[in-house]
């Protein structure tokens, strides 16, 4: 029997691709235009399964599966590389929130700001750990819609029946059938003859 390629490569590939996408400051901007490293993730992960699936035709639930572990490679990655960056950099995020507060004219929107800055500065591991969460749920499955993207894009083979078990690839049954002694460039009947039933 044929068994499915390993996912492991795929994923981790695309996994990388959503993860540094996603913390590497300039890029990172990809994200705000519909999860765009996460879909791309995915998709990455599904292309690079169905070129090593050199005989099965994959499924858009095998590109799901291979976007969604993507995902969760990727997230990793976030939580180890972008939630320490975030928190390098938060007590400047904070200054600028509570900047732009002041020039709110709304003195209700100016307190619910003040608020969000105060439990912000009060609790950054937890906020940023909920935001990273979020990232996470979000990222597997968009990244899950990716994979499937990918194989409606990059997989031909759409249809064709598994290869028959035992022979490979593009081995085709030639000759007589065993008993049969016609002649293998020879019509099984001629034309003005129809075969006995």
């Known amino acids: 029997m044929v068994e499915k390629p390993s996912k492991l490569q795929p994923v981790l590939l695309g996994g990388l691709v959503l ?3 996603s913390v590497i400051p300039i890029l990172s ?6 999860c765009g490293w996460a879909i791309v993730g995915g998709a990455l992960a599904a292309h690079l399964l169905i070129k090593r699936s ?7 639930g095998d590109g799901a599966a291979a976007g969604a572990l993507a995902g969760v490679a990727g997230s990793f990655i976030n ?6 960056l975030t928190l390098l950099q938060w007590k400047n995020a904070v200054s600028q929130m509570q900047q732009r507060a002041d020039n709110v004219p709304d ?7 003040r608020q969000i800055t105060d439990a912000m500065q009060s609790h950054p591991a937890l906020i940023a750990l909920g935001l990273w969460l ?63 039933s």
């Open 19 to 21: 993860g540094l996408g």
């Open 134 to 196: 979020l990232f996470a749920i979000v990222g597997v499955g968009m990244a899950a819609l990716g994979g499937v993207i990918g194989v409606a894009m990059f997989e031909k083979r759409k249809g064709q029946p598994p290869p028959v078990p035992g022979f490979p690839p593009g081995y085709a049954l030639r000759g007589p059938i065993q008993g049969e002694t016609q002649q293998p460039d020879s019509p099984p009947y001629s034309n003005d003859q129809p075969p006995s």
């Open 79 to 84: 939580l180890v590389i972008g939630v320490p």
């Open 29 to 34: 901007y990809g994200n705000l235009c519909c």
């Open 107 to 113: 003195a209700a929107s100016r307190e619910v700001i």
């Open 54 to 60: 050199t005989v099965l035709p994959l499924t858009s």
